[in-house]
């Protein structure tokens, strides 16, 4: 009777709860290896807070917190996550994480002992090497940049040609209607 009645209880429980997916190819050719709190899990484990994940090498795990947040861990990676429903923060052992989409910014705290704090789109890694290039427009905006840039001198060099003509080459005929 004691254990229906605990079981209930936990089921009736407002704790907040996360679902991790695993994906990634384990070395051996078995299911991917994660795990929380030690305990070797699969897909679909649910995760509550002050879990330790760990992933093995060439496994990625994904945290998903629902609105509160989802968060991707890369292989080789120990994290430990605590929650509730608005804030998700964490402490970084060895690897990296990125915020895949967060409801507030996610404070972690790295090997180092340093705080980052990071927004969705954001990646750090245990030494607190922040990746932030596509969340601000850092590095990856030139590359858009020189291709605009071209089409964009590409027709301004059509339209501003002389004769306004467009050799469509071989022998091809362009009739135009009469003025």
Known sequence: MLAMYSG?????????????????????G????????????????????????????????????????????????????????????GELGTGGITILSALNSVNVKVSTGRIVQLATGQSVNSAGKKDDDDAHGGAAWWVWAVIFGGAAAGILIAAIDADNRVALGGTTVTVSPVR
């Open 30 to 89: 078995d299911a991917p290896l994660v795990t929380v709190n030690g305990e070797e899990v699969r897909s679909g484990r649910t995760i509550f807070s002050s879990s330790i994940i760990t992933t093995s090498a060439n496994v990625n795990a994904i945290i998903n917190l629902g609105k509160t947040g989802i968060i991707e861990l890369v292989p080789n990676t120990t994290f430990t996550i605590t929650f509730d429903d608005k804030t998700v923060n």
């Open 8 to 28: 209930v209880l936990l089921a009736a429980s407002d704790r907040a709860s996360g679902e991790l997916t695993i994906t990634g190819n384990a070395n051996n």
